[in-house]
Nanobody, 124 residues
């Protein structure tokens, strides 16, 4: 069974850090471009960060550049999103998604598999 399982969300204060994990089950994550998306209440889903399966090139939304870092550990079949200096506007449900043999990107339609999401709440 193919699954993506996110973890690491929680309730934190502004300025804190969290590390989200996206674990792949039933397939090898190294062959997939991985994107992190988030959806805040009443807002559309937006792309946050992605990492290519081709050369591990990364990309970030302007709103998180310099604060978030995406990385992959193929030995653990997991992609991480390190989030530092969290702000109230980072509050959302965070999802990871996988697209076979791709650079990823921020268009959700290209992704084949999605996780169930993990909630991040940043209190001010």
């Amino acid at each position: 069974q193919v699954q993506l399982v996110e973890s690491g969300g929680g309730l934190v204060q502004t300025g804190s850090s969290l590390r989200l994990a996206c674990a792949a089950r039933g397939f090898s994550i190294e062959y997939y471009g991985i994107g992190w998306f988030r959806q805040a209440p009443g807002k559309e889903r937006e792309g946050v960060s992605c990492i290519s399966s081709l050369d591990d090139t990364t990309d970030y939304a302007d709103s998180v550049k310099g604060r978030f870092t995406i990385s992959r550990d193929n030995t653990k079949n997991t992609v991480y999103l390190q989030m530092n200096n969290l702000k109230a506007e980072d509050t959302a449900v965070y999802y990871c998604a996988a697209d076979y043999w791709s650079s990823g990107g921020f268009d959700p339609i290209v992704y084949d598999y999605w996780g169930q999401g993990t909630e991040v709440t940043v209190s001010s």
